[in-house]
């Protein structure tokens, strides 16, 4: 069993930077592949970024295309997403996951926050 817990969201103008963390206990982080989702008010919870268990292999949403970096520390057994030109859309609960060899985002985390200003 895999307990997830981000780190990092908080408040931030319109043009900032945050770096959200997931860290991991419990389990490997690094056998999975991960994930980073958001859910903003009234709608549906998306995708914003995915990286490959090895690390090597890495997408992202339109909406967060040359702003956002996804990473990971194998030997923090951590995933990071950096965000850079933050935009008051981008203000949501972000959630990491990690996806076993079935696609199935097995474990989550319980969300942070993040809310950029205008």
């Known amino acids: 069993q895999v307990q997830l817990v981000e780190s990092g969201g908080g408040l931030v103008q319109a043009g900032g930077s945050l770096r959200l963390s997931c860290a991991a206990s419990g389990g490997t982080f690094s056998t999975y592949d991960a994930g980073w989702f958001r859910r903003a008010p009234a709608k549906e919870r998306e995708l914003v970024a995915y990286?490959?268990?090895?690390?090597?292999?890495?997408l992202y949403a339109d909406s967060v295309k040359g702003r956002f970096t996804i990473s990971r520390d194998k030997a923090k057994d951590t995933v990071h997403l950096q965000m850079n030109s933050l935009k008051p859309e981008d203000t949501a609960v972000y959630y990491c996951?990690?996806?076993?060899?079935?696609?199935?985002?097995?474990?989550w985390g319980q969300g942070t926050q993040v809310t950029v200003s205008s």
């Open positions: 990286i490959t268990r090895s690390g090597g292999g890495t």
């Open positions: 996951a990690a996806r076993d060899d079935r696609s199935i985002y097995k474990y």
